[in-house]
C-alpha cells in the first residue's frame, strides 16, 4: 500500500500538480497577506499623519482664542474682549475650515488684534493646500478602512455636557465636519453678542465639534481644555 503511494505520489501529474497549483497558491496566499499588512501600514501612517495636521491647526486655532480674552492668563473664569462679536468668530470658524495660508500664521498683537483675521499655517507641507474639512474628511474615509482591519478609534463618548451620547469615530468626525460647513451650529443664531453668552459656553460648544479627533494622546492645555 505504503509503496503504491509513493509511486503515485512520484508520478509525473502529482508532481507537477505540488509543484505548481499548491505552491502557486501558497505564494498567492502569502503576497495578499503582505499586501494586507503593507496596506494596514500605509493606512496607519496616513491616519496619524492627518491627526497630527488637525491636531497642529486646532492649536493655532486655541492660540489665536487666547487674544479673544481680556486676559490670556486667567483662564479660570475667562472674559472675552468688548470687541469679539459672534459674527467675528464665524468668520473664524469658516477661515479655519479652509486651507492654510501660504504666507503661514500671522502674529497677532494684542493692541491689533480685533483687527486681524484668523490664519494658520499647515504642519505637514504636503497638506499645504488641503482645507481643514478635507483633512477630516480623508481622516473618516481612512478610519473607515482600517475599522474592518481591527484598526482606528474606540468608539467612546463625547465630553461631558454634549448634546449626543455613546456615538462612533466616523460619527463624530461627520458632527465636526457640519460645526465647520454650518457655524451656527457652534455659535448659535440666538447669540446677537456675548454680554450673556460666557466663554465656559463657548468652551463646551467648540470642545463638543472639534476636539478629540486628533492623536489620543496629545493633551490641549489652553482656553478649551483648561
Known sequence: MNERFWAHLNSPI????FGTVVVGLAAFIFDRYTDD????????????????????RLSQYSEWFIYLLEDSDDLTSP???ACVTPSMLKTSIRGFAGSP???????????SFCDSKFSYAPIFNEFRDQSTVSILAEIRLVHDEMEPRG???????L?????????SFSEWLTIAINGFLNP????????????TYSVENL???????FYGIGPQDLWYTDVFAG
Not at 101 to 111: D, L
Not at 151 to 157: A, E, L, S, W
Not at 159 to 167: Q, R
Not at 184 to 195: C, E, G, M, Q, T
Open 14 to 17: 502529482d508532481v507537477w500538480f
Open 37 to 56: 499588512r503593507d496596506r494596514s501600514r500605509a493606512l496607519q501612517d496616513r491616519f496619524d499623519r492627518l491627526g497630527f495636521e488637525y491636531a497642529g
Open 79 to 81: 472674559k472675552l474682549r
Open 101 to 111: 495660508s501660504h504666507q503661514g500664521k500671522y502674529e497677532y498683537s494684542v493692541n
Open 151 to 157: 484598526k482606528g478609534r474606540m468608539t467612546k463618548p
Open 159 to 167: 465630553n461631558t455636557g454634549c448634546d449626543y451620547g455613546l456615538i
Open 184 to 195: 451656527d451650529a457652534v455659535i448659535p443664531l440666538s447669540a446677537k453678542d456675548f454680554s
Open 203 to 209: 468652551r463646551g460648544r467648540y470642545m463638543c465639534r
